[in-house]
């Protein structure tokens, strides 16, 4: 570098970084960094305020890593950071965590222009100048990937901005920093959209169904946009009723732009209003109220979408459905059956969308609501899948067969030939085809990482859950690390589940695929405690000191031995998976009862069957003929490519 070229220099806190030699200053004294937590601190600097992607950092500071190498280093980066900025993940003053996402500097930050050894070294003279003048004006035009320092700097003018008065720079330097700082920030592209759960002002608690139902369903017509990333319906839910500065909401979620309102229905009148603000400025963008009739409610919300997305500058793609004339009484049906599903209560969603159904017999969404319920719950062992399934692909190809860009009908038959008819080709075609109608859908992301590792299609399937988690950061929390643990990177799906443990101590979920990882990595006393805090979590006190007791006096065997006595009185109360008995008998090390109980699994077409390659419980299985000749017959492809 010339000696003659000035130097950025970042205040914040007691803290001053030299943006160009990477020395950390506190108090004036110098602090030990390491050169990867300073180029991540030099990043997050330059973009303050702004979301910076783990992505971005793996293409900036990891390009030629391995996946391997990149996790465990950013990680590890970022916790050597905190330690010197002395920052926490759960009271960030400094670095904040955007789950899943990136990284954001939420601090104060001043600029500044140091010289370096001018021609006059008696020269004291220190420039100020805003963000505004180190910005090239092309970048804050283009993606949020361009750095604010990006520019390069001409001496020449260097030397004239010294020839201005310094009293001058530093009278108007507050008021130009801040207008920059808007400035640069309004200019930001916004992205990244959370809708959340507009407010009920209906004066009747019975009424939520309908305001939760207007939100899902603007959620999903905004996110036929291919520009946007609509954050999923389950995550927003999780802020209903919340009362928390909106930046930090649309921190957690990672949105850059938020949609917020209220609806009031009132007989036959249904009124919303709503506005649009930017997130990192927490300035409104754009506000209005509607009032129609409610048989016009389905119009009204593809009106607002499309109203959205053009403040947004992006573009809402029309959708063959809503040109059909829906029943106002049976679209409310559905709107219950929609509420009382996400609500857990799934007999009551069943008969929700069944009298949507009767009242309106080429109602797509009504027979896509009832093949979630058959499938969703064959699937996690609620009901018999010899019944279940075939009820589910019934309504499933009702649904395509009403409305071919229905995404939700399209998602449940990649569900039917992925768990079902174990055709992974035609399972992956229906559900890039519910992407491509509802590239914001999260659920369908999720299932097509089954899809993929059902094809050892190891690293696509990583990708398609990590995109999954991003657009649904509060669903399936246990999802991401659950399918690293499949792959098999056991040390990064543990780092993974104890992240989502801090953010969510009370998912059993969560635990007991983090117990999985933790046994089959050697370390059984940690599971088994992990097992016990799960159920003391959730208020089962009396089982975690079981599992305590247990592991004190017989160790990992005689927790699963409690673990399997569980499942058999369970089972004689209700309908219990083969799988959950395979399972269990896999973690005691018996491979005879192991290959007994998936053979009945077989017998009852299991839709767990697609994972057997992948959960971590069956891995000491793999050597055994049995169980690869029921690999073979479900159709797995292994890792030498065969089925």
Known sequence: MPENQPATIAYFGSFQLDLVSGELRKHGLKLKLGEQPFQILKLLLERSGQLVSREELHTQLWPSDTFVDFDHGLNSAIRRLREILSDTQEHAHWVETVPRRGYRFVGEVTLKLQPRKLEQPNAQTEVVASPAEVIDSETTQKSDQTALFARKWNPARVGAAFGLAVVASL??????????????SSAAPLRTLAVLPLENLSGDSAKE????????????????????????????MQYKNVRRPLREVAGELGADAVVEGTVALNGTKVRVAVQLIRAATDSHLWAQSYERDLGDTIALQTELARNIANELKATVLPSESRSRTISPEAHDYYLKGRYAWFSGNGARAKEFFEKARDLQPDYAEAYSGLAYYYGGNAVTGDLDPRQAMP?????????????DSLADAHNAMA????FYHWDWKKAEEQELRAIELNPSFAEAYHVLAYILMAQNRTEDAIAA?????????FERPWAFGYILGCAERYREAETELKHELEMAPANFGVRARLASVLRIQGKEKEAAMELAEGERRIGHADQAAEIEKAFAEGGDAAVQQLGLKSLEARAKREYVSPMEFAYAYARLRDRDKTMEWLEKAYQERSPRLVRLTMEPDLKSMEKDPRFMNLVQRVGLITSSGTK
Not at 225 to 235: D, P
Not at 395 to 403: G, H, M, N, P, T
Not at 415 to 418: S, V
Request: charged share 35%.
């Open 465 to 473: 859950q990590r995109k999954a988690s991003q657009l649904g950061p």
């Open 415 to 418: 569900a039917i030939d992925l």
């Open 209 to 236: 169904y309908f305001a939760d139902g207007i939100t899902d369903e603007l959620i999903t017509e905004l996110a036929k946009n291919r520009r946007l990333q609509v954050i999923s319906r389950t995550s927003v």
């Open 391 to 403: 009820e589910s692909e019934r309504y499933a190809r009702k649904s395509v067969e009403l409305d």
């Open 171 to 184: 009278a108007v330097w507050g008021a130009r920093r801040w207008e920059s700082r808007r400035n640069v």
